[in-house]
């Protein structure tokens, strides 16, 4: 079978760091053209800061207008990589008839995701999101504890994406907020996708916001959201949370107390760090997304779990051990959306997932600025 004719929209950061390194490795997917506006260096030496796809792909085809890309009816796959114009792109692709894969924040309202979800549905065309951190070494960790029965029923839940000091917030100068715009969007998605694939949808969110780079803003840069829950969920508290003053050595991840048991985890996925190091290079090397033993996390619980990692403590009567993490496997989006595109199986990242947690920030929004905690609706 002919592989999956790619068009990757962009050739910055986000496509050389987060995508290619994971599609490459891929037989089912054939990277076939780009949207780079940038016309070619006539001078190698001369490239963009993140080079140029005639220089690292010459046998793709390089367009330099949306009409031209979206009109090659060999694309079968459109990659949406840019920072803005996710609903434009995404809309434009779905049109052309052409499944699709977009950054996150998927676009800056639960509106905007509506109507996309709804056009893809009336196109017969995939749409999903790139929350590659269900792939994380830590996060498919703490999904198979979850899954196994480890903890037991979940009552507490801390979902943290903490980020010390980052530089590329010194441009969020906007005093007056707008949807799309602040750490919410930037690092929030990612934690809230976590809590939505582990609890669903919650009953009600509470929200809280603050600026804490030294700039006056309703923009924030940190935040706390909680979930609450209903039904057989009732008693589950999950909270999520993105700091950048925080002075730890490894940042804490997640923090799950079950009724059998506990897991505390410090330290990220190597996975992002990694692909930085090489732009543009296929994750293959044995090495990726395996975790240092050092930042493992610790899981404690009342009976036995795996008698490998584990000891009995007599002071606490409990099992304690640091847990290995599972090898993070940012693959792992890509290889589901080949086999989504082929019929094998279903979307994992599915759209109306991504949908609810722009809703969450919405709501959460709407319950900093009265006070209160806001019902889901």
């Given amino acids: ?51 140029h796809c005639t220089i ?35 809309e434009k692709a779905l049109v052309a008839g052409k499944h699709v894969v977009v950054e996150k924040p998927f676009v800056n309202t639960s509106t905007e995701a509506d109507r996309l979800i709804a056009l893809a549905k009336e196109k017969g065309k995939i749409l999903t999101v790139f929350h590659n951190r269900r792939f994380d070494s830590d996060f498919r960790t703490l999904y198979h504890l979850t899954t196994q029965g480890a903890l037991g029923d979940i009552l507490e839940a801390e979902i943290h994406f903490d980020y010390p000091d980052p530089g590329w917030i010194s441009g969020w100068t906007n005093k007056e907020y707008r949807p799309g715009q602040g750490m919410t969007f930037a690092l929030g998605t990612h934690t809230l996708d976590q809590a939505l694939y582990l609890f669903g949808r919650p009953s009600s969110v509470t929200g809280f916001f603050r600026s804490n780079r030294g700039v006056d803003s309703e923009v924030d840069d ?22 950048i003053i925080t002075n730890m050595r490894d940042q804490l991840r997640f923090f799950f107390r079950g009724n059998k048991g506990t897991y505390l985890k410090f330290g990220t996925c190597p996975q ?10 296929p994750a293959t090397s044995a090495e990726f997304g395996v975790e240092d033993e050092r930042i493992w996390g610790t899981l404690t619980t009342t009976t036995e779990f795996d008698p490998k990692v584990q000891q009995f403590d007599e002071q606490s009567q409990k099992y304690i051990g640091k847990y290995p993490s599972l090898r993070g496997w940012y693959r792992g989006y890509y290889e589901n959306v080949s086999a ?9 990242v599915k759209p109306e997932t991504a949908r609810d947690g722009l809703r969450i920030i919405e709501l959460a929004r709407e319950s900093h600025e009265k006070g209160c905690t806001i019902p889901w609706s």
């Fill in 56 to 90: 690292d792909f010459p046998q793709a085809k390089h367009y330099r207008t949306a009409e031209e890309f979206y009109a090659d009816e060999l694309i079968d796959l459109v990659i949406v990589c840019t920072s803005t114009a996710h609903e434009e792109y995404v």
């Fill in 1 to 51: 079978m002919a592989p999956i004719k790619v068009g990757i929209v962009g050739y910055g950061f986000s496509t050389k760091c987060f995508h290619l390194p994971f599609i490459l490795p891929n037989p089912e997917l054939e990277v076939y053209a780009f949207l780079q506006r940038a016309a070619p260096p006539s001078d190698p030496s001369q490239t963009p800061r993140w080079g």
């Fill in 272 to 281: 992002e760090s990694q692909a930085i190091a090489a732009p543009g290079q």
């Fill in 340 to 348: 989504a595109i082929l019929g094998r199986e279903e979307v994992l």
């Fill in 222 to 243: 940190t935040h706390t959201i909680i979930l609450q829950y209903s039904g057989e969920q009732k008693n589950l508290l999950v909270t999520v949370k993105t700091a």
